[in-house]
């Protein structure tokens, strides 16, 4: 995540042309429930390097709920700068599906794997007009933990995507009110077990990652 808050950094709290005054900032909290999926692959090598199994899930869902906190910079009256992050991890349920080439007589027959996606953070710029209605375009970038039965966690595997949001604020006086649906895409992950070659190796791909979000947001200017 230091590519994003250097960008921030030099953005938007700079001496540029670009800099702003605290009267400029806005601070909030959203609350995110969202439905998200994906396909998941793993490919499991015997001791000879050979392709022993192959494990697909495609078309998983799961629908989870959590919160982030966001930052913004007012570049002009109806341009913002911002960044938001999600504190708390988003887990996926546990997925168990019958491998290709499985059978009753092997342990490997089923696959079993979950994820974690971690530190979910977005830099996005935001367009309001006078009527209060305002779209969202953003770059995003979380950390992904995937667990799976055969071949324990793979950690430290990241990905980026794009957040695009359609909404409106209601000015409450001292606060303001938002509501915005958002749409999600990543780019694949890959992760091994670490081997060097495909001797006993397991590897895994999440690809075709989307999702959708309900977004409510309390959010305060200075």
Do not use: C, W
């Amino acid at each position: 995540m230091k590519k994003i808050i250097a960008t921030i950094v030099a953005l938007v709290f700079s001496t540029s042309a670009y800099a702003v005054s605290i009267s400029d900032i806005s601070v909030g909290a959203s609350f995110n429930h969202g439905i998200y999926g994906g396909d998941g692959k793993e490919v499991n090598f015997d001791h000879l390097g050979a392709e022993n199994e192959t494990h697909k899930k495609d078309g998983a869902a799961f629908v989870d709920s959590y919160a982030t906190i966001f930052l913004e910079a007012a570049l002009n009256e109806n341009i913002s700068l911002g960044i938001s992050y999600a504190p708390d991890a988003i887990d996926t349920p546990t997925n168990i599906n019958d491998g290709e080439g499985g059978n009753e007589n092997n342990n490997n027959a089923s696959i079993s794997v979950s994820a974690e996606f971690e530190e979910l953070t977005t830099v996005y710029l935001l367009a309001k007009s006078q009527m209060g209605v305002f779209a969202k375009v953003g770059y995003s970038q979380m950390d992904i933990n995937v667990t799976s039965k055969n071949a324990g966690t793979y950690k430290d595997t990241d990905t980026d995507g794009i957040e695009v949001a359609l909404g409106y604020e209601h000015d409450m006086g001292e606060f303001g009110i938002r509501a915005e649906l958002a749409y999600h895409s990543f780019d694949d992950v890959k992760a091994d077990n670490g081997k060097t070659s495909d001797v006993d190796a397991n590897k895994i791909t999440v690809s075709n990652m989307e999702g959708a979000t309900a977004r409510i947001s309390l959010v305060k200017s200075f």
